[in-house]
T-cell receptor, first 114, second 117 residues
């Protein structure tokens, strides 16, 4: 079965430190990958997406992610985090024949401390 | 960017009553809408996929008679929780897809917090 695994349920980090949130997906061809952010009691906002082309994808708020096909990973990174980045982050995948259905990872709670 | 709204944002109801949640795409036509359920500190669980003018496709384990979905137009989908019980309390989120391709971005609504007493 297709699946997405976010290896860390919680990531505490100090302000201005770098962070990496890990995401692995089950192998398949024609995969499309997404990272979403969710602030408390709100819906999801798209941070970035990989559809094709360059494996390094840049998104909003200074985030970037790298698609690694051989390792079936799509880790999210930010070189310097802010207090305002504290939120829940979800990795998601869809496949070319899934009609747009997203499969979500379990989520990673990023907690940025001063 | 595309905007999806949900109404109401928060609802409290008595056990046994029915609750309707609306999901609207405000500035684009949504060929497909999705309904998710999210438990506290948990990921999103896809409940069903709805296409305008056709019956919704429910995920395994989701009771279609309990969670009625109607996609009446290209900008509106509704989720009705029938005969709600406390275990139906949850955060319900809808999303809308503007195209038929898998890589078309889904735009998410702000969510509806349902509390059943």
């Amino acid at each position: 079965a297709q699946s997405v695994t976010q290896l860390d349920s919680q990531v505490p980090v100090f302000e201005e430190a770098p962070v990496e949130l890990r995401c692995n997906y089950s192998s398949s061809v024609s995969v499309y990958l997404f990272w979403y952010v969710q602030y408390p009691n709100q819906g999801l906002q798209l941070l970035l997406k990989y559809l094709s082309g360059s494996t390094l994808v840049k998104g909003i708020n200074g985030f970037e992610a790298e698609f690694n096909k051989s390792q079936t990973s799509f880790h999210l990174r930010k070189p310097s985090v802010h207090i305002s980045d504290t939120a829940e982050y979800f990795c998601a995948v869809t496949y070319y024949n899934q009609g747009g259905k997203l499969i979500f990872g379990q989520g990673t709670e990023l907690s940025v401390k001063p | 960017g595309a905007v999806v709204s949900q109404h109401p944002s928060r609802v409290i109801c008595k056990s046994g009553t029915s609750v309707k949640i609306e999901c609207r795409s405000l500035d684009f036509q949504a060929t497909t809408m999705f309904w998710y359920r999210q438990f506290p500190k948990k990921s999103l669980m896809l409940m069903a996929t709805s296409n305008e003018g056709s019956k919704a496709t429910y995920e395994q384990g989701v009771e279609k008679d309990k969670f009625l979905i109607n996609h009446a137009s290209l900008t509106l989908s509704t989720l009705t929780v029938t005969s709600a019980h406390p275990e139906d309390s949850s955060f319900y989120i809808c999303s809308a897809n503007s195209g038929r391709r898998s890589y078309n971005e889904q735009f998410f609504g702000p969510g509806t917090r349902l509390t059943v007493l």
